[in-house]
């Protein structure tokens, strides 16, 4: 988990958040509990299916597909962890980052690096240089590989670091230094005897991934998960939403993120799916992709939704895409407005869930199309206030905790809680921010939410905020997601954010950021009404920006709070 040790007491509270009440983390979910073991013995039950289907954006806008197989797969990437191996001499342990986007060869680098039982460490090209430098630093990285786009920054960042340049789908050219994808490959042709035997002595509990947290100030976290974190979520994502040998999911989500990794390359991995990749997310061609391919899942976070609500809906309904069951939407701010927009045009059922890195990917979801009476799902989704996310997955347990660490009542607002296999097992060499997770032998996740009994006995729970993102006016707390609610049903908007900026009076006070529809004439004036109607007083937006767009993460995360400088001409006025 970290290269510092840790006192005898946090790691005692590391253990307990990984266990259930009723089964230790060492009582696994799946065996073989390692994802290498687990390809491999895939690649050998399916060799001729398809695994991975992968379509790029070439020259002038031509469109690339590539189709690999099981065997075809899997005999590359027993060629590659070879040429990790004998060529730059890496070993069970060592961690590699990569700076590459969505790309069957980054697929093929990452599962190869865990053949060897190698940590990956995924950059997000996205960011400025002086984050990528520290995660490299931080993470104590003994290789890079890299896309020959992104060779050189990466390279500079990396301070000698071996790199090798990865040809990609856009022309470009490795930097002086770097090795070459292609050699490694040709250098390593693996026997039938190594192709045939399964990967031995890997550690279910070693290190896969770190992934870097995302968030807005202060240097990043990096989240450790283990082989076996890997295997348990992607079980339990598989179970819930009946993904079965040969059932396609179609990845739209950036790669370097658990929501696109997981949810969408190991899960498939793990039952034996076919995986349908995209270098990006296009709204024209969405649905008919997953017409085209047959997919029967995809994830999504909200932002998409909100895209193919502007930009997707004439001529695509359920008959369009008859094999599609549902989409999975999370990692984001899921408002009742945008879910019951997307599922009234589109006729399509939105599988809302939530979870976090530090879970893996997904703890708890609503349940899908089939499992419950439509009904039903539309009270979960539309009836409380906010959308509900569901239950928790069988290899977790959640709670709403106080601030004491005990658990409150049904209705009660808290912090929400979760522990089980599918949570890491800490964060690199951060000991403050892992005593600060792990203070009650849960995993704290830093955001507000409550619980309501099901009719099927389970509680279903409820995200209403960020902590880091509550309003505090006049020292009473308000719920940005609650305002975000009103906010979104004004007629004319396309979309509105409740934002708290800083105010001499109440300390911070209530502001309305909005992107109005096309053609819409509405006016600020029109909107305080509205929010005023169907909000307290103190919880009402008092002023609203216009803009054209949300500021988002490449996960798509709204970055609810660098809005706040552009309420910075009203820290002084005194409202009515």
């Not at 970290?2 to 009582?27: F, G, I, M, Q």
């Not at 001729?48 to 289907?53: A, N």
């Not at 301070?159 to 994808?181: L, N, S, T, Y």
Request: charged share 20%.
């Amino acid at each position: 988990m970290s290269d510092e040790t840790l006192p005898s007491e946090l790691l005692a509270k590391l253990a307990a958040a990984r266990d259930l009440s009723a089964r230790p983390h060492a009582t696994r979910f799946v065996e073989p509990a390692t994802f290498a073991e687990t390809f491999h013995r895939q690649a050998h039950a399916r060799p001729d299916q398809p695994f991975l289907i992968y379509y790029g954006d070439g020259a002038g806008g031509a469109e690339i597909r590539r189709e690999h197989t099981y065997r075809d797969f899997h005999g590359q990437v027993v060629r590659l962890a070879k040429a990790m191996r004998d060529t730059l001499g890496l070993r069970p342990g060592d961690r590699l980052v990569t700076a590459m986007h969505n790309h069957d060869r980054t697929i093929l680098a990452t599962f190869a690096a865990w053949r060897l039982g190698l940590t990956v460490v995924p950059l997000n090209m996205g960011e400025d240089d002086k984050r990528l430098g520290y995660v490299i630093e931080h993470s104590r990285a003994k290789a890079l590989f890299a896309l020959e786009e992104y060779a050189e920054r990466a390279g500079a960042l990396a301070k000698g670091i071996p790199g090798v340049a990865v040809e990609g789908d856009a022309p470009a050219k490795a930097p002086a230094g770097f090795a070459r994808f292609e050699d490694l490959l040709a250098k390593a042709k693996a026997a039938d005897a190594e192709l045939a035997a399964a990967p031995r002595g890997l550690d279910p509990d070693a290190e896969a991934l770190i992934v870097y947290t995302s968030g807005t100030t202060g240097v990043p976290k990096g989240v450790v998960l283990t082989q076996y974190n890997l295997l348990a979520d992607a079980h339990a994502i598989s179970n819930w939403h009946d993904l079965t040998p040969g059932k396609r999911m179609m990845c739209v989500l950036p790669i370097h993120h658990v929501n696109g990794l997981i949810v969408t390359h190991v899960t498939p991995a793990y039952y034996g799916g076919t995986v349908v990749l995209n270098r990006k997310f296009h709204t024209t061609k969405f649905f008919p992709r997953i017409a085209k391919e047959g997919v029967h899942v995809v994830s999504v976070v909200p932002t998409l939704l909100q895209f193919l609500c502007d930009g997707a809906r004439e001529g695509y309904s359920r008959a369009s895409v008859p094999t599609l069951s549902h989409i999975i939407c999370g990692a984001g701010p899921l408002t009742v407005d945008l879910g019951a927009r997307f599922e009234d045009a589109f006729e399509i059922e939105v599988c809302h869930g939530y979870g976090l890195s530090e879970s893996t990917c997904y703890s708890c979801f609503v349940p899908i199309p089939g499992k419950r009476p439509a009904a039903e799902h539309k009270g979960w989704m539309r009836d409380h206030g906010y959308p509900s996310i569901g239950a928790p997955v069988a290899t977790n347990e959640m709670a709403i905790h106080d601030d004491d660490g005990k658990p409150l009542p049904a209705g009660a607002k808290g912090e929400i809680a979760i522990r089980g296999h599918n949570i890491m097992s800490g964060y690199a060499n951060n000991r403050t921010a892992n005593e600060n997770a792990f203070t009650h032998g849960w995993f704290r996740s830093g955001d507000e939410g409550f619980w309501l009994q099901g009719a099927d006995g389970r509680p279903y729970f409820f995200i209403s905020g960020r902590f880091k993102e509550l309003i505090i006016r006049g020292g009473v707390k308000i719920s940005p997601l609650e305002v975000d609610e009103v906010i979104n049903t004004v007629p004319g908007l396309k979309a509105g954010m409740a934002v708290g900026f800083e105010h001499t009076v109440y300390g911070e006070e209530v502001g309305a950021y909005v992107v109005k529809a096309e053609g819409s004439k509405v006016t600020e004036e029109e909107i305080l009404v509205h929010c005023r109607a169907k909000l307290a007083a103190h919880a009402a937006p008092k002023v609203v920006v216009f803009g054209e767009s949300f500021p988002v993460t490449s996960t798509g995360k709204y970055q609810r709070n660098q809005l706040k400088p552009l309420f910075a001409p009203w820290k002084e006025t005194r409202f009515k």
